[in-house]
Each structure stands twice: as C-alpha cells, then as structure tokens.
C-alpha cells in the first residue's frame, strides 16, 4: 500500500529566512521554491524524506519534533553551531536508547539531533 | 424585499475596489493569505484589511492554525454566502468584458446605477430613492462619469416638470440586462 516516501509540512511566517535556515545552516538541499504561492521543499538527510514549508500569516510552533539521525551527537552539534545553529539546553540521554540534543527553526518548530545509541 | 431590489442589494455588495478581485482570485473553496496577495499585487495591510471585512461580512471564514490541517489548505473558506457571491462576481467581470469600458464596479455604486437603470428607473430622485444610502454628490457623479464615458445618455423631459432622464445606451442595456438576469438567479 506505501510507497517510499515522507513528508513533513510546516506553516512558517517568512520563507526566504527559513529556506536560509534549513539549506544554509542544516545543509539541506531546496528542491522546491515558489515564491508567488509561498512555498518550498527541502530535502533531508533521508531517501524520500523531505520538509515543505507554506507561508502562512499566523504560525504557531508545531510541538511535535522532526527528528534528524547523525552518526556523533557532539560532533554535529558542534558544525551546526559553527554555522550558527543555537541548541535548547543540553544534550539529554534517553537510556539505551538515544542522545537528543533540542533547536528550533526561526519559527519556533522543534526539531532535533538524535544519535541512536541501540538500535531498535 | 422584491427581487430587483435584491438584485441591487447583491451588486452593491460586490463593489469597491477589491471585493470583487479577491473573490475571484479564490481558488475553489477559498484561499492561502500569500498567493492571494502575489496574485493580486496588493499591500498585506490592505488585502488583510479586505479580507478581514469579508469575514465580518461573512463571505469568508478564517481559520486559526489549529483548524488548518495541512500548511498548504486555505487559511480563508469561502461560506456558503461566499461562494453564491463569487458566482455573481463572475457575472459582473463577464458584464464589464461585454461592455468593454474597463472595471465599473470598483467604484461605489456604480454597478448599482447602471441596474437601476437597467429597471427602467430613469429619474434622479427616484434611482436616489431606490438605492438606499448613496449620496446625491456620488449619485450626480457617478451618472455625469457615465455619460461622459458613453455608457449613459440623458434627456429633457418636459412632464411633469422639467427634469432629465436617464438611460442605458443601447450597446450597454443587454450587457446591463443580461447581468440582472445573472443577479436574480443568484438571490
């Protein structure tokens, strides 16, 4: 019934700020940009996983977290830092589980770093 | 209410200068505040201006964020008010394309002398009378602007006092009649 494939949609308030957030400072590559109907695409660091964002005149910060899989927490969060990445207090460890280390996008959406400490 | 005067109570309710432009640059149930503004060239301030009148007026639902289930489904729904209005403002842009003197219906009452003529109301006070509200300076302005344009003509009558009459010209009054019919199908 699924084919691959999935994708996250946010409301963000200004589309240029957050495509330089998400292509300039995640590294995530703009598939997609229309800027007559405010929208765009980015992809992510996974096969048919991508991010839309539409323009929207009221935007409220989605709570759910799109979660992005590295290989070494402290090392990612020290090169997204460089590019000017702040992170939301410290990395916290989820037990046999995971190492999540929290930021937001310039509208307040959560996302998060996540290093897999055991697969499931 | 007789329906001609419904009919004028629906065309007044579409003019100004921009109910009728966002009405029919709405997609199929309504919008998203972005491609409505590019689409239109308009300042935020005043398409949020419009469109906050048309909630009020109750053309258009707003949706809070949390009633938004996807980023890209219209922040702005047309009600069912909403859409028999769009259907209209079809019909007033198909009119002003059969009467090719640009938009009429951006200006206060225009439309609405043009139907009250159409009604075969031809003098002064009585088109006064029967669109409740207009002032007589906008009523005289708006007629001599017409005429001027070719689109009204006007006549002395002698009975029972001297007064002029107002009328469609003839290659206005089946653009003008056509478009009643439109209205009154719609109310």
């Known amino acids: 019934m699924y084919r691959s494939g999935v994708t996250v949609w946010y409301s963000v308030a200004n589309l240029e700020q957050t495509l330089e957030f998400y292509s300039g400072k995640l590294g995530f590559e703009v598939i997609f940009h229309d800027s007559s109907s405010g929208m765009a695409m980015v992809n992510t660091n996974t096969k048919d996983c991508v991010i839309g964002f539409s323009v929207a005149e009221a935007v409220e910060p989605a709570t759910s977290s799109t979660v992005f899989e590295v290989l070494n927490i402290e090392d990612a969060m020290k090169q997204l830092g460089a590019n000017g990445v702040s992170f939301v207090g410290e990395v916290e460890h989820v037990p046999g589980m995971a190492k999540l280390a929290t930021f937001v996008d310039p509208d307040g959406h959560n996302l998060m770093l996540a290093e897999t400490l055991a697969e499931l | ?187």
């Open chain 2, 1 to 187: 209410m007789s329906q001609e005067e419904r009919v004028l109570r629906l065309s007044r309710e579409l003019t100004g200068q921009w109910t009728l432009p966002i009405l029919l640059a709405l997609e199929g149930n309504g919008g998203r505040f972005t491609p409505l503004q590019n689409k239109l060239n308009i300042a935020p301030s005043r398409l949020s201006a419009n469109l906050k009148k048309m909630v009020e007026d109750g053309l258009l639902l707003h949706l809070s964020p949390s009633e938004r289930r996807h980023p890209l489904l219209p922040e702005y729904v047309l009600t069912e008010k909403g859409r028999l209005h769009r259907e209209a403002a079809r019909a007033v842009q198909l009119s002003e394309e059969r009467i090719g003197h640009g938009r009429l219906s951006d200006k206060m009452w225009g439309m609405p002398i043009l139907l009250t003529l159409n009604f075969n109301h031809t003098r002064f006070q009585e088109i006064r009378q029967l669109l409740d509200g207009i002032t007589p300076r906008i009523l005289s302005l708006r007629l001599q602007q017409f005429h001027d344009d070719g689109l009204v003509c006007k006549h002395i009558s002698e009975e029972p006092r001297p007064s002029f009459l107002y009328q469609l010209e003839k290659q206005v009054q089946h653009p003008v009649q056509q478009l009643s019919i439109d209205l009154a199908s719609l109310v």
